[in-house]
């Protein structure tokens, strides 16, 4: 079973973001899961997607505390506590235009992405879900762009060439870091 924490802060699209992958791994035959966590109710307080996905119904009804992927939406999130829910190995996928040398964390594989500088330049302002949501596909190698690209077209609610630009993009650059450090 594939399981996954993305956390941001409200108003980011981290929920949106969650839906669309569980949505995505649907798409491509997996039984999902997926449930949110609210800090607060308003903008900028903390805010959990948690997704499971698996060949099997998925019977588990607990919160996730050995996640295999994480997805950070905001790089001062990306703290102990946060960390701590990913198991030894995981992959963590952090919003940040800093390299992955420059995070010290043990026991994860750290892959950095730019999703402001994608965003803006695919005329998205500060809308980072959907470059987010392409480079970890990318980085955790499922699920298929297509299947992202397909549920950003039917879902997204406004500037539906911009997402699905930003979404190709961050997968493209992804794609291309782990190519280069395999």
């Known amino acids: 079973m594939l399981e996954i924490v993305i956390l941001g802060r409200g108003g980011q699209g981290a929920q949106t973001a969650g839906n669309q ?86 026991d994860r594989r750290i892959v950095p992405l730019d999703g402001r500088a994608i965003a803006r330049r695919n005329d998205m302002g500060k809308v980072v879900n959907s470059a987010l949501l392409g480079g970890f596909a990318a980085a955790l190698g499922q699920p298929a762009l297509e299947s992202i690209c397909a549920v950003i077209e039917q879902t997204a609610p406004a500037k539906v060439a911009q997402n699905l630009a930003a979404c190709r993009e961050a997968h493209a650059l992804v794609a291309g870091q782990l190519e280069e450090m395999a």
């Open 21 to 106: 992958l569980a949505r995505a791994l649907f798409d491509e035959g997996l039984f999902v899961q997926v449930f949110a966590t609210y800090g607060g109710a308003r903008r900028g307080t903390p805010v959990a997607s948690s997704l499971r996905a698996d060949t099997r119904p998925i019977r588990l009804r607990s919160d996730i505390t050995r996640a295999d992927a994480l997805l950070c939406f905001d790089e001062s999130l990306l703290n102990e506590a946060f960390l701590r829910r990913g198991r030894e190995g995981a992959l963590v996928v952090v919003n940040s235009a800093r390299e992955a040398a420059d995070f010290t964390v043990a």
